[in-house]
T-cell receptor, first 116, second 116 residues
Framework: AQSVSQHNHHVILSEAASLELGCNYS??????LFWYVQYPGQHLQLLLKYFSGDPLVKGIKGFEAEFIKSKFSFNLRKPSVQWSDTAEYFCAVNARATDSWGKLQFGAGTQVVVTP | DADVTQTPRNRITKTGKRIMLECSQT?????MYWYRQDPGLGLQLIYYSFDVKDINKGEISDGYSVSRQAQAKFSLSLESAIPNQTALYFC???????????????FGPGTRLTVL
């Protein structure tokens, strides 16, 4: 069974600092990869996704993520965070195996707090 | 996403009561999902449905049941609620038909359920 690990459960940083959130998955086949964000009191929203092609994907609000197949990683980055980036961030993976198609496996989430 | 709605948004109930959570979507998507979110655990899949009358168990289906009588509606039932089912419940949809953006799931606003 596939699993998804997010390295940091809680991150606190100041505005304008750079952010990098780690995500590793355990599945040897082809995967679709996602980062979702959940702002306080809101539902999950898609930040970005990778299906194929360029391993560096850009999402909304200045976020980007890099898929490194050899490391089974899909780390999320933002060069300069804002207070409004305070949220919980979830990495999710879908393994393109027949019995897992369409089923997302989520990481435990990383709570990011940006201080003014 | 306003295209996926959940009712109720908040519910407090007592142990042993039967509870139904409703999810409706106007996106025309074929697949629908129910997740529960607990702090530090991310999202766990309860049940999913690939089409009307199609029901599949997820990671944590014990104590839950679902019904997909129409493409746009997917309801989750707790036949006899217990306190450890206190959680935030999310419905999601995805479109895997030809031409759709495969695998991307769109989430509803969530239902906060408290079982006393």
């Amino acid at each position: 069974a596939q699993s998804v690990s997010q390295h940091n459960h809680h991150v606190i940083l100041s505005e304008a600092a750079s952010l990098e959130l780690g995500c590793n998955y355990s599945y040897g086949g082809t995967v679709n990869l996602f980062w979702y964000v959940q702002y306080p009191g809101q539902h999950l929203q898609l930040l970005l996704k990778y299906f194929s092609g360029d391993p560096l994907v850009k999402g909304i609000k200045g976020f980007e993520a890099e898929f490194i197949k050899s490391k089974f990683s899909f780390n999320l980055r933002k060069p300069s965070v804002q207070w409004s980036d305070t949220a919980e961030y979830f990495c999710a993976v879908n393994a393109r195996a027949t019995d897992s198609w369409g089923k997302l496996q989520f990481g435990a989430g990383t709570q990011v707090v940006v201080t003014p | 996403d306003a295209d996926v709605t959940q009712t109720p948004r908040n519910r407090i109930t007592k142990t042993g009561k039967r509870i139904m959570l409703e999810c409706s979507q106007t996106k025309g998507h074929d697949r629908m999902y129910w997740y529960r979110q607990d702090p530090g655990l991310g999202l766990q899949l309860i049940y999913y449905s690939f089409d009307v009358k199609d029901i599949n168990k997820g990671e944590i289906s014990d104590g839950y049941s679902v019904s997909r009588q129409a493409q746009a509606k997917f309801s989750l039932s707790l036949e006899s609620a217990i306190p450890n089912q206190t959680a935030l419940y999310f419905c999601a949809t995805s479109d895997t038909r030809a031409g759709g953006s495969t695998d991307t799931q769109y989430f509803g606003p969530g239902t906060r359920l408290t079982v006393l």
